[in-house]
């Protein structure tokens, strides 16, 4: 494949809905030293984001004897989603229009174990100083119509590299390993799928999300339930090594 000239990123393509615009403008932003840049600092931006949960997972293992995270991954979007997106929201394919439109060029998904756990991850980041909360969708208090449950937030933060500090912005998901269970094998059974009955499928699939919704709650209850079982007798146990001698004089 003949490698483009770094001059080709000043190119606006002109938008047109059409597979080989997308394969065109892939090739074309893949291939600048601009393009590449910018990705490596969102790459930078997740590795501060993830630093950061994982920092908080190792505190609050401490503190509650388990961790509340029990998974991150993490993910840039690739050149031909990229352009797609822009090309959907009616954008110019250029690499300003990346930084300027788009939001979710770097994400980072957190699986955490309870649904408490995923709020106070959520507040524990956004209350750090050097993170900016640009916008949160709470899809568990309000679920999509098709029944996906997750937090997501819109962050911005800053990276340091050896001329300047860039503000990048990274799309955090979080959700539990109930939710995430759903939201994979939900995806999993549509993607490149003709549907006949979709909408019975669809209805299925709701109550499927529906059950597990519950399920989540019903295991929050029960380790709540366990932990105030275990701080009762904890409390009993120090009060039996009191020595009460010294109340008494005889």
Not at 171 to 186: G, H, K, N, P
Request: charge should be negative.
């Amino acid at each position: 494949m003949e490698e483009l000239e770094e001059n080709t990123i000043g190119t606006e393509l002109s938008v047109v809905n059409t597979d080989e615009l997308i394969k065109n403008s892939e090739i074309l932003i893949n291939h600048t030293l601009q393009f590449q840049e910018l990705m490596m600092m969102y790459d930078c931006a997740i590795k501060e984001v993830k630093t950061k949960l994982e920092v908080l997972n190792a505190e609050l293992s401490v503190r509650y004897k388990r961790n509340p995270i029990e998974f991150i991954s993490s993910r840039i979007k690739k050149p031909a989603s990229i352009a797609k997106k822009l090309q959907t929201k009616g954008k110019s394919i250029r690499i300003s229009e990346i930084e300027d439109t788009l939001s979710d060029v770097a994400g980072v998904r957190v699986i955490c174990s309870f649904i408490d756990d995923i709020y106070e991850i959520a507040s524990m980041l956004v209350r750090q100083d050097d993170i900016t909360l640009v916008k949160q969708k709470d899809y568990i208090n309000e679920p999509k119509p098709n029944g996906y449950r997750s937090l997501h937030l819109i962050i911005e933060i800053p990276v340091f590299f050896s001329d300047q500090k860039k503000m990048m912005k990274v799309e955090v998901q979080i959700r539990t390993i109930a939710m995430d269970f759903w939201a994979s094998l939900e995806h999993q059974l549509r993607y490149k799928h003709v549907i006949n009955d979709e909408e019975i499928i669809s209805k299925e699939l709701k109550e499927c999300a529906d059950d597990i919704a519950a399920t989540d709650i019903r295991m929050l209850n029960i380790r709540n339930k366990i932990q105030e079982s275990t701080n009762d007798e904890s409390i009993l146990d120090k009060m039996n090594k009191v020595d009460l001698s010294s109340f008494y004089s005889f």
